[in-house]
């Protein structure tokens, strides 16, 4: 299984970008790189994901490198409440079940300062 | 539309009790899943269901049964609770098999055991 690597924690000014680093150095051909975030103690909430190319939707961006072993998410003009846990995961591909074994690990504290 | 739900939502329990949590999709995915979260640990898979009438071990499945009972609904029982079953638990799904794998997930359920 492709693992991911991410800073413990970070600090971001209200209205700045944030960019959130993600390392996935094993990550195969046919795994997707997704972000999910969790604010306190709610349920993680999907954010974005992508294969290959930049994605962009209304909440964040997400770059990958060219050779897809990290990527970034990055919100634009950070607000307070993106405050949170934000979580790289990696879509494990593999035969049979493996083929949806989803796991996440700590993630990262983001805290936006007023 | 109601998403993931997860019952209950507060449970306090005494070493050696059993509990089944209960959690059913309306979204009509085929893939659940049942994660718990400790302080500091980010989420740990239990174990996980790709489609209806298989069930599968994650990384923590010791202490823990589930039943995938129908394409909607995905429970977890504790047979003897013990006190380092003490966690939140999030209930989620996603389809998968030609989706893109976001995971949708439950607001939690948090169990004390004492």
């Known amino acids: 299984d492709a693992k991911t690597t991410q800073p413990p924690s970070m600090d971001c000014a209200e209205g700045r970008a944030a960019n959130l680093p993600c390392n996935h150095s094993t990550i195969s051909g046919n795994e997707y790189v997704y972000w999910y975030r969790q604010i306190h103690s709610q349920g993680p909430q999907y954010i974005i994901h992508?294969?290959?190319n930049n994605e962009t939707n209304e909440m964040a961006s997400l770059i990958i490198t060219e050779d897809r072993k990290s990527s970034t998410l990055i919100l634009p003009h950070a607000t307070l409440r993106d405050t949170a846990v934000y979580y790289c995961i990696v879509r494990v591909y593999g035969s049979g079940g493996s083929n949806y074994k989803l796991t996440f690990g700590k993630g990262t504290l983001l805290t936006v300062n007023p | 539309n109601a998403g993931v739900t997860q019952t209950p939502k507060f449970q306090v329990l005494k070493t050696g009790q059993s509990m089944t949590l209960q959690c059913a999709q309306d979204?009509?995915?085929?893939?659940m899943y049942w994660y718990r979260q400790d302080p500091g640990m980010g989420l740990r898979l239990i174990y996980y269901s790709a489609s209806e009438g298989t069930t599968d071990k994650g990384e923590v499945p010791n202490g823990y049964n589930v039943s995938r009972l129908n394409k909607r609904e995905f429970s977890l029982r504790l047979e003897s609770a013990a006190p380092s079953q003490t966690s939140v638990y999030f209930c989620?799904?996603?389809?998968?098999?030609?989706?893109?794998?976001?995971?949708?997930f439950g607001e939690g359920s948090r169990l004390t055991v004492l």
């Open positions: 979204m009509n995915h085929n893939s």
């Open positions: 989620a799904s996603t389809r998968l098999g030609g989706g893109t794998g976001e995971l949708f």
């Open positions: 992508g294969l290959k």
